[in-house]
């Protein structure tokens, strides 16, 4: 991994258990590497995980939108590019592409990220993390900036507690795990006959360990496509934590293996 010109580079390679049974990599292990960028360049400006703490402040997840053209399979190497596009007060905005092995385009992404104070939770100021790194305004992953996801509640939504494996270093969900919790609601013949074209994210608060959340989802056909909405709830605190819309187009698939 490596920086040119205020570009981002990192190698990925999919292996095997981060496939589906069809040999795609999950759109979760995108996300991830998406996130894995995004944290190695800010360490490396000096402005990562820890040197923000230091300051009593945090980057957190704010809304996300990623367009898949094309998803790479297992044992194929993948190129994540990524920088800043903006800053402004308290928030910047993070783009990406990923590239396969023959230097397509195949993942394109749009970020916003929110500087907090690391007690209060509340919004702080770039200040000069600002001054570290070099934006670029008129390059974009996704020119448009993530949309509002609309919010949706079902009476029986599917509900559970948070657990050890859903917290990461920030002692909250990670921000890829709300986008599992919404795929896995929904109905197996939609991912079994789609394949996700489009997802957007946004994240409205936080979710600790031992919550009870529930999971409400919703979804339409429009022609051969299905698009789904889904509103988490943190019931412990009685409000909306995070809404997540996923598209979905017709692809036809082959199991991997039979067994």
């Given amino acids: 991994m490596k920086e040119i010109e205020g570009i981002w580079q990192q190698d990925f390679h999919i292996r095997a258990y981060q496939c589906d049974p069809y040999g795609f990599a999950r759109p979760i292990v995108l996300a991830d590497m998406l996130q894995d960028a995004a944290g190695n360049h800010a360490i490396h400006r000096g402005f990562g995980f820890h040197d923000m703490l ?31 596009k903006n800053y402004q007060r308290s928030f910047s905005h993070r783009d990406f592409e990923i590239f396969n092995d023959n230097g397509e385009c195949i993942v394109k992404a749009t970020t916003l990220w929110v500087i907090i104070d690391h007690q209060t939770r509340r919004p702080g100021l770039i200040g000069d993390t ?32 948070v657990r050890y494996g859903d917290i990461d270093l920030n002692n909250h969900v990670n921000n890829t795990r709300y986008l599992q919790w919404a795929i896995d609601n ?12 489009k997802l957007t994210v946004n994240y409205l608060a936080e979710t600790k360990l031992e919550n009870q959340v529930s999971v409400h989802s919703v979804g339409q056909k429009s022609e051969d496509n299905f698009i789904a909405h889904s509103t988490i709830i943190n019931n412990s605190l009685g409000k909306s934590c995070c809404q997540v ?14 067994l």
Avoid: Y
């Fill in 54 to 84: 230091a300051k009593g402040q945090l980057w957190v997840l704010s809304r996300m939108e990623i367009e898949f053209l094309k998803f790479p399979k297992w044992r194929e190497h993948v190129r994540v590019k990524s920088w800043v």
């Fill in 186 to 197: 929904l109905d197996k013949s939609i991912w079994q006959n789609h394949q996700i074209s």
């Fill in 245 to 258: 819309e996923t598209c979905w187009k017709p692809f036809k698939k082959e199991l991997v293996s039979t």
């Fill in 130 to 161: 600002a001054d570290r790194m070099p934006a670029f305004p008129e390059k974009h992953g996704i020119e448009q900036s993530p949309q509002r996801v609309p919010k949706v509640e079902v009476e029986q939504p599917f509900q559970f507690h």
